[in-house]
Nanobody, 115 residues
Framework: QVQLVESGGGLVQPGGSLRLSCAASGIIFSSNGMGWYRQAPGKERELVAFISSGGSINVVDSVKDRFTISRDNRKNTVYLQMNSLKPEDSGVYYC?????????WGQGTQVTVSS
């Protein structure tokens, strides 16, 4: 059974930082690309960052200089380091994997950027 469990969200002031983690189980983690998505109220879920099994990275332009995605295959965990956070970064952040062309999502972790 595939499970993706996010953690690390919370309330932070503008300009602050958070580090999200996603622990995966039930998949061969090292063989799978992993993604972070976010969904703001009233908006569609959007891809924020993706890291392939080989370590290639894609990050959406709006966060490119502020967010960093990384992975630790020994811990079956993918991270999203978020710096210089803005109010528009607020939303629920989801971890995603697609082993064997089947989509799996975590339960999401709330990020709120507000003063």
């Amino acid at each position: 059974q595939v499970q993706l469990v996010e953690s690390g969200g919370g309330l932070v002031q503008p300009g602050g930082s958070l580090r999200l983690s996603c622990a995966a189980s039930g998949i061969i983690f090292s063989s799978n690309g992993m993604g972070w998505y976010r969904q703001a109220p009233g908006k569609e879920r959007e891809l924020v960052a993706f890291i392939s099994s080989g370590g290639s990275i894609n990050v959406v332009d709006s966060v490119k200089d502020r967010f960093t995605i990384s992975r630790d295959n020994r811990k079956n965990t993918v991270y999203l380091q978020m710096n210089s956070l803005k109010p528009e970064d607020s939303g629920v952040y989801y971890c995603h994997a697609r082993p064997l062309w089947t989509d799996y999502w975590g339960q999401g972790t709330q990020v709120t950027v507000s003063s």
